[in-house]
């Protein structure tokens, strides 16, 4: 898909300085345009790259004036980083705007389906599902019975959602996640040998969440496993059953939740933290990556290592570590010269 440089000015409500009929069809770095691209500058830092670049527009401050001759039509605006952002969200909506439904699908009787859908290739959609107005199944899809997904929701290729799972509008799952599987319940009978226990709850995605590639969200033994509004989980991410994430946390990569286990609003944790069952994490908690919760964690707490503690107790700590061989070349100097000094006593 092709834009005019005007139309993009438009867009951003900016002022064209060059070639107005110019046309684009992708996004590049500055130092990597080419012919028919857009790139933007903001970072003074990399200015020489304007008169090099092969881009075909710039976006740039309205505050920049060139110092030499440039071959890229300019878009000026009030923030140039911003603006870029603005088309970048405007352009992935235009190329994720599919309609319609490929074949083969899958699409039970029993189903409701909104306006304007897409549903690709292979997908599956189960009984009583109901599915909101512009809500996009990519191919590979399985949808479970009783499912209901809220407008303007996405859920890209591949990804597993069971039975009974509700989530909300303006949502995204990425490839490859599984959203209700069973949580990780087992009790040893008489002989020692481990049966599951029936995992008969579900999960429920508030609006406005989104979930990264390959993350798994076990649905609850009984009630819900639940991700509140705005939550951003990234890739390979694990939430074990009836785990509560609250509003407007933001999990990174390869973090690991046991069950029950309750996290707070506006949280911010790293990669690869690991957090015991059934604990309790307050409100605007900061996990530092790598991190072991085992306890515990009350309100705006910042804190690492594993087991994690108070990131000003940890600091400390980290300096008295880097300094223990100098610590224990003292303590030997010491001991020789005590040993000395007895010696001495003695004769």
């Known amino acids: 898909m092709k834009f005019t440089a005007k139309?993009?000015?438009?867009?951003?409500?900016?002022?064209?300085?060059?070639?107005?009929?110019?046309?684009?069809?992708?996004?590049?770095?500055?130092?990597?345009?080419?012919?028919?691209?857009?790139?933007?500058?903001?970072?003074?830092?990399?200015?020489?790259?304007?008169?090099?670049?092969?881009?075909?527009?710039?976006?740039?401050?309205?505050?920049?004036?060139?110092?030499k001759k440039i071959n890229t039509t300019l878009i000026k605006v009030e923030n140039a980083y911003e603006a870029f952002s603005k088309i970048l969200a405007f352009y992935n909506e235009v190329?994720?705007?599919?309609?319609?439904?490929?074949?083969?699908?899958?699409?039970?009787d029993s189903a409701k389906v909104g306006e304007n859908e897409y549903i690709g290739a292979f997908s599956y959609i189960g009984e009583n599902v109901v599915l909101g107005e512009n809500v996009k199944i990519y191919p590979n899809s399985y949808i479970g019975d009783n499912t209901n997904i809220g407008d303007n929701s996405t859920i890209f290729s591949g990804v597993k959602?069971?039975?009974?799972?509700?989530?909300?509008?303006?949502?995204?799952?990425?490839?490859?996640?599984?959203i209700g599987s069973d949580g990780?319940?087992?009790?040893?009978?008489?002989?020692?040998?481990?049966k599951a226990i029936p995992q008969i709850?579900?999960?429920?995605?508030?609006?406005?969440?989104?979930?990264?590639?390959?993350?798994?969200?076990?649905?609850?033994?009984?009630?819900?496993?639940?991700?509140?509004?705005?939550?951003?989980?990234?890739?390979?991410?694990?939430?074990?059953?009836n785990v509560e994430i609250g509003s407007n946390t933001v999990i990174a990569a390869q973090t690991g939740i046991a069950g029950s286990t309750k996290i707070g609003e506006n949280c911010m944790i790293g990669g690869q933290v690991g957090i015991s069952g059934h604990l309790k994490i307050g409100n605007n908690v900061k996990i530092l990556a790598q991190a072991g919760i085992s306890k515990d964690l009350k309100e705006n707490e910042i804190v690492n290592g594993s087991p994690a503690f108070k990131i000003q107790d940890f600091n400390k700590s980290s300096v008295y570590f880097r300094n223990l061989p100098k610590m224990a070349l003292k303590i030997n100097n010491l001991e020789k010269e005590l040993k000395t000094q007895k010696s001495t006593i003695n004769e």
């Open 201 to 241: 709850g579900n999960v429920i995605i508030e609006d406005n969440v989104d979930i990264g590639s390959a993350c798994t969200i076990d649905r609850a033994t009984m009630g819900s496993t639940i991700i509140r509004k705005g939550v951003k989980l990234d890739n390979q991410i694990q939430v074990a059953h």
């Open 95 to 108: 190329k994720n705007n599919k309609i319609g439904r490929e074949a083969p699908h899958y699409i039970s």
């Open 184 to 194: 990780f319940g087992f009790a040893p009978d008489k002989n020692g040998e481990y």
């Open 7 to 67: 139309q993009i000015a438009d867009i951003l409500e900016g002022d064209i300085v060059g070639n107005s009929d110019v046309e684009v069809s992708k996004l590049s770095k500055i130092e990597e345009g080419e012919e028919g691209s857009l790139t933007f500058l903001s970072n003074p830092k990399y200015n020489p790259f304007l008169y090099t670049t092969k881009a075909s527009v710039t976006i740039v401050n309205k505050s920049f004036h060139p110092e």
């Open 161 to 178: 959602i069971y039975s009974e799972s509700q989530i909300g509008k303006n949502c995204k799952v990425h490839s490859g996640s599984i």
